[in-house]
């Protein structure tokens, strides 16, 4: 079997199928779309990072002595609080962060679930004339 690669004047030949202000109303939220997923991804990439640190100063603070009083960081300043209130804080701060993640998820769910379903639409009006690949 003997393939050989079209060049773009063959690939584009009869394949011209008129661009209707539907078809760019759907390349343009697809686009919106793509942006937007960028964005849940950064947030994601950030949270992740924040979590990653907070079970990192959890592990640390496993080894202070119940004694100890520990600075715990509020907005832009620090206060000594007692151990036990350092880790329920921290635990406080991991399941709000989790809660986050979780609805980030969700979002980044419904917006691939939406691209997807514009994929599908727009490969089959215009098949391998438009490249929706992200």
Do not use: W
């Amino acid at each position: 079997m003997n393939r050989r690669m079209l060049t773009k004047e063959e690939e584009g030949a009869g394949d011209e199928v008129e661009v209707r202000r539907e078809d760019q109303d759907k390349i343009n939220k697809f686009s919106r779309l793509h942006q937007k997923e960028l964005k849940i991804q950064e947030a994601l990439n950030i949270k992740s990072k924040e979590k990653e640190e907070l079970d990192d100063i959890t592990t640390e603070l496993e080894l202070a002595d119940e004694d100890d009083l520990v600075p715990y960081k509020i907005g832009d300043a620090f206060f000594h609080v007692s151990l036990e209130q350092a880790q329920e804080m921290l635990a406080t701060s991991t399941s709000n962060i989790e809660e986050e993640v979780s609805a980030l998820e969700d979002r980044m769910g419904t917006v691939k679930d939406e691209m997807t379903q514009l994929k599908v639409e727009l490969y089959a009006r215009f098949g391998r004339s438009i490249n929706l690949e992200t």
